[in-house]
C-alpha cells in the first residue's frame, strides 16, 4: 500500500483529537472514511464538511466502551457493505491519580476500550486484509507504553499492551501484505487532559494532533512496525529503557505529580 487514496479506513475516536487530525488529512487524500465515536453530531458534521470538499464518508456513532461494542460495530460496517482496507485504532482514554481513587466501571471502561475494542476489531478485520493481500492496521499507544507511570498505572499498562501486541502481531503478519504499525505519541494538545483530569501544565510543549496524525499515517505506508512522534518523546523512548526500573519509576512518579495532576 503506498497511498490512501481509494482506500476504505476505519477510524476510531475520529470525532476530536488526534482521531480528527487523520481522518482530516485522509479526506484530502481521497480515502473513503467511515468514522466512529460515540458523539454522532459531531461525526455527522466532520462527515458533512468531508463530502462537501469531495470526499466520501459514512457515520457509525458507536460507543467502543462497552462490552461487546467492536463485534457489534464490525456487524454494523460489514452489512452495510463496506470491505476495510486500513483500520486505524486511535479511540482511547486515560485517568491521572491514585488508582485506588479511581471508579472501578471507569477503570473497567478504559481497558475495554484501550484494548479489548482495539483487540477484537483488529481480529476481525485482519482476515479478510490478509485474504486480499493488502491492507494496514494503525494502532495508537503512547510513550506511556515504555515505562510503568505510577498514578497514571492502568492507562500506562494499556499503552504497553497496545505497543507489544501490534509489535508481536507486525512479525506475524509480515510476508501477509498488511502492514500494523504503532504510534506513540507524546503530549499531545487535544481534550485528552479535560478528560483524564489533567493539569494544562503537563501539556506546555505539546505537539499539535496534526503533527502526530501525519507521523503515524506516513508510518503505516512506510510499513514501521512503531514509530514515536517528536525527537524529545523519541529520546525519553530509548532512556527509558536504559535507566534501571527503580529510579524510572521515581522520576515518573515526580513529573505526574508535578506536572500532571490538576490542582484542586
Known amino acids: 500500500m503506498d497511498s490512501y487514496y481509494g ?35 459531531k461525526l455527522e458534521a466532520l462527515a458533512a464538511e468531508f463530502r462537501r470538499a469531495g470526499a466520501e464518508a459514512h457515520v457509525f456513532a458507536h460507543d467502543l466502551g462497552e462490552a461487546g461494542a467492536a463485534e457489534a460495530l464490525y456487524e454494523r460496517v460489514t452489512e452495510a457493505g463496506h470491505e476495510v482496507d486500513v483500520l486505524i485504532n486511535n479511540a482511547g482514554f486515560g485517568y491521572v491519580g491514585p488508582f485506588a481513587d479511581q471508579a472501578a466501571a471507569g477503570v473497567e471502561g478504559m481497558a475495554t476500550l484501550n484494548m479489548t475494542a482495539l483487540t477484537v476489531l483488529t481480529r476481525l478485520f485482519l482476515p479478510a486484509m490478509a485474504a486480499r493481500g493488502h491492507g494496514g492496521v494503525l494502532n495508537v499507544a503512547s510513550t506511556a507504553s515504555y515505562q510503568p507511570i505510577p498514578l497514571m498505572s492502568v492507562y500506562a499498562a494499556t499503552k504497553a499492551y497496545v505497543r507489544s501486541f501490534s509489535e508481536a502481531l507486525a512479525a506475524e503478519v509480515r510476508d501477509s501484505g498488511v502492514a500494523v504499525t504503532c504510534l506513540c505519541p507524546g503530549p499531545t494538545a487535544t481534550a485528552f487532559a479535560d478528560e483524564a483530569g489533567m493539569s494544562d501544565k503537563f501539556f506546555r510543549v505539546a505537539e499539535t494532533a496534526e503533527k502526530v496524525a501525519s507521523v503515524g499515517l506516513d508510518a503505516l505506508l512506510q510499513g514501521k512496525r512503531t514509530v514515536v512522534s517528536g525527537l524529545t518523546n523519541k529520546v525519553g523512548a530509548v532512556a527509558s529503557r536504559l535507566v534501571p526500573t527503580g529510579p524510572t519509576l521515581t522520576i515518573a512518579r515526580r513529573i505526574i505529580e508535578t506536572q500532571a495532576m490538576a490542582e484542586g
Do not use: C, N
Open 7 to 41: 482506500q476504505t479506513v476505519l477510524v476510531t475516536g475520529a470525532s476530536s483529537g488526534i482521531g480528527e487530525a487523520m481522518a482530516r488529512q485522509l479526506a484530502f487524500q481521497q480515502a473513503r472514511l467511515l468514522l466512529t465515536a460515540r458523539s454522532e453530531d
